[in-house]
């Protein structure tokens, strides 16, 4: 993936928060890179790069990488909807890599899950992509997901150590 522009979080920030169904956060070509937010403290825990929160929206990411991220939970992205019922968290993903993100051990039922992919109440869609050499304490070092609608066509899972 040549000619992507970097985007790096600040110091103890990620890159991006979604909390109102009807917000959709679009990007193209990006690298986004170099979230650390494990000094900080409950939900800003969650979601090295990417947060989409109970409240709901949407992330559509096409032809980027997210890497370098690091969480308690959900390395590179962590999206949660609402319930089973409410499913207002979506994720589509194509033509990208997610790679090198890491969520680290707190303790706790779903702490240390997803270090590149947390997904949880979701309506998730990933076609074309990488899921490689990602790290996590406790389960899906490379994608962790839970009672969500998820399709996957033409990925790659690899390299990607988990706990358990």
């Known amino acids: 993936m040549n000619n992507l522009v970097n985007i790096t ?3 103890g920030k990620r890159h991006f928060k979604i909390n109102n169904p009807s917000h959709t956060l679009e990007l193209w ?3 986004i890179t170099s979230a650390d ?3 900080n403290i409950g ?3 969650y ?3 990417i947060f989409i929160d109970n409240g709901g929206g949407e992330l559509k990411l096409y032809y980027s990488e997210i ?3 690091k969480a308690y939970t959900g390395g590179a992205i962590y999206a949660k909807g609402d319930s089973q019922s409410n499913k207002n968290a979506k994720i589509n993903i194509y033509n990208s890599v997610i790679k090198g993100n890491k969520v680290t051990n707190t303790g706790g039922v779903f702490t240390n899950a997803g270090g590149g992919i947390f997904a949880q109440y979701t309506v998730t869609t990933i076609q074309d992509t990488t899921i490689d050499n990602n790290e ?3 389960d899906g070092a490379g994608i962790y997901i839970s009672t969500s609608d998820v399709t996957m066509k033409n990925i790659i899972i690899s390299n990607n150590d988990g706990g358990r």
């Open 67 to 69: 890497s370098g991220n």
């Open 29 to 31: 070509h990006v690298r």
């Open 9 to 11: 979080a600040a110091t």
């Open 47 to 49: 979601g090295g790069s």
């Open 43 to 45: 939900s800003a825990t």
């Open 136 to 138: 996590a304490d406790y």
């Open 37 to 39: 937010i494990t000094g």
